[in-house]
C-alpha cells in the first residue's frame, strides 16, 4: 500500500467541502430547490470520485479494480447532470426539466459490462489485466466518457448564450447568474483541457507533455467543488433567486386598437405611475398590470419602442436619477443611494444602464453638468 502524500491531502479538503456543500444545498428551501438538488448529485460526484482516486492506487487488487471499474460509471453521468442543472437555474420550465433517459445509456452500457466481469475469478480477471485485455475497454470507455463531458459543457454555455438574451427580455436586474456558471463551467473545461493532455499522454504517447500527469488533473476537481463554495459564500442569493421563465416563440402581432390600449397602458404605467421603482419588476409583472401576454408585450417593446425589456425598463430608472441629479438631491444623499431610490437593485446594473443610455459615467456626467 503507498502513503499518503500532499496530492492526497488536497484532494481530501476537495472531498470534505464537496460533501459538506451538497448536504447544505439540498436542504436549502427557495425557488431554487430543484437545481440545488441536481448541483448537490455533482458535488457528490466529484467527491466520489476523488475518493476513488485516493485509494485505488494505495490498494492494489482485483477487489479494489472492480470497485474503481463501477465507479467511473459515474464520469457518463457528470455531463448530463451538468447540463440539467444549468437547465433548471436559467430556466423556469413547468414541469422541472429533466433530461431523457437515453442520455444515460453509455453509464448503462459501461455499468453492464463491469457486471459482467462480475462472473470471472479473480484470478481470471488479475490474468486478463496482466494480459491488456481491458486495453481496448479502457481506450472505449475514456474517449467516449472524454467526447461526451465536452459535449454537455458545449452545450452548457450555449445555454448561457441563450439566457443572457432572455434575462433581459424578462428582468429589469441583473441576476450575475452568468458569471457564477461561466465560472464554474471553467472549472470543469480546465478539468477537460487536463484530461485531454493526459489522454494524449497515454494513448497517443505524447511524451512532449508527460509534464501533465493523472494526478494533476485529478487535483482540478476540487476547483470545481470551490468555485461552488466561493460563490455560496460571496452570493447566496444564486442559490435562492427566481429563474427566468423558458419562453415559448410566437409570432404575434399587434395593430388598431389593441395596440393603441397597450401603448397608452404601459406609457401610464411607466410616466404616472412609475411602476419602473419596483427594483424586482418582470416582465410577467408588467404583463399582469397591463392585463394582457408576456408575448404581447415583448412584441410591443421589440417592434414599436426596437429594445428589450431590460433596456426599457432602465432607461426610465436612469431619467429618473438625472431628475434627483438636477434636483441638487445627490448634495445630500450618495450616488447609490439615488440609483437606488430610481429603481436599480445593485451599484454594477446601474453602471452599466447609465453607460447605455448617457454613454458616460454617472460621476462624468455631473461634473459634466456643473461645468455647464
Keep these: ?31 431554487n430547490k430543484p ?39 459515474l464520469i457518463f453521468i457528470f455531463g448530463p447532470l451538468l447540463y ?7 430556466f ?6 429533466k433530461i431523457p433517459k437515453y442520455h444515460f445509456i453509455p453509464a448503462l452500457l459501461h455499468l453492464l459490462f463491469f457486471s459482467w466481469t462480475l462472473f470471472y475469478s479473480s484470478d481470471d480477471i488479475r490474468i486478463m489485466i496482466n494480459n491488456g485485455d481491458f486495453n481496448i ?26 439566457y443572457k438574451i432572455e434575462e433581459k427580455n424578462n428582468l429589469s436586474y441583473s441576476q450575475n447568474v452568468q458569471t457564477f456558471l461561466s465560472f464554474l463551467l471553467l472549472g470543469v473545461l480546465v478539468f477537460l483541457i487536463l484530461w485531454v493532455i493526459g489522454y494524449a499522454n497515454y494513448f497517443l504517447k505524447l511524451r512532449e507533455l508527460r509534464y501533465i500527469s493523472y494526478h494533476l488533473i485529478w487535483i482540478s476537481i476540487p476547483i470545481f467543488i470551490y468555485i461552488v463554495g466561493f460563490f455560496s459564500l460571496k452570493q447566496p442569493e444564486i442559490f435562492r ?17 389593441e395596440l393603441e390600449i ?52 432602465n432607461t426610465y430608472r436612469v431619467q429618473e436619477f438625472i431628475s434627483k441629479i438636477q434636483n441638487g438631491e445627490h448634495f445630500h444623499h450618495t450616488l447609490l443611494a439615488l440609483s437606488l431610490d430610481s429603481g436599480f437593485n445593485s451599484k454594477s446594473t446601474f453602471n452599466k444602464a447609465f453607460k447605455m443610455v448617457k454613454n458616460d459615467t454617472p460621476s462624468n456626467y455631473i461634473k459634466k453638468l456643473k461645468i455647464s
Design 1 to 31: 500500500m503507498n502513503s499518503f502524500g500532499i496530492i492526497d491531502l488536497i484532494l481530501f479538503l476537495g472531498i470534505s467541502q464537496g460533501v459538506f456543500l451538497a448536504i447544505t444545498l439540498s436542504l436549502v428551501h427557495n425557488k
Design 35 to 73: 437545481a440545488n438538488k441536481v448541483l448537490s448529485f455533482l458535488l457528490l460526484i466529484a467527491s466520489i470520485m476523488l475518493f476513488g482516486r485516493i485509494f485505488y492506487p494505495k490498494f492494489q487488487g482485483v477487489f479494489f479494480f472492480r470497485i474503481a471499474s463501477f465507479v467511473d460509471t
Design 84 to 90: 440539467t442543472y444549468v437547465r433548471r437555474l436559467t
Design 92 to 97: 423556469k420550465e413547468s414541469p422541472d426539466y
Design 137 to 162: 475497454i479502457y481506450f472505449i470507455v475514456e474517449t467516449s466518457g472524454l467526447l461526451s463531458n465536452i459535449v454537455y459543457v458545449f452545450s452548457s454555455y450555449q445555454l448561457i448564450r441563450v
Design 241 to 257: 433567486m427566481s429563474v427566468v421563465t423558458k419562453r415559448k416563440v410566437q409570432k404575434e402581432r399587434l395593430d388598431g386598437e
Design 262 to 313: 397597450l401603448t397608452k397602458g404601459l406609457e401610464d404605467l411607466m410616466v404616472k405611475r412609475k411602476i419602473y421603482l419596483n427594483n424586482e419588476l418582470t416582465l410577467k409583472d408588467l404583463s399582469e398590470e397591463l392585463k394582457t401576454s408576456t408575448n404581447n408585450v415583448s412584441w410591443l417593446l421589440n417592434n414599436i419602442h426596437k429594445c428589450n425589456f431590460y433596456d426599457y425598463v
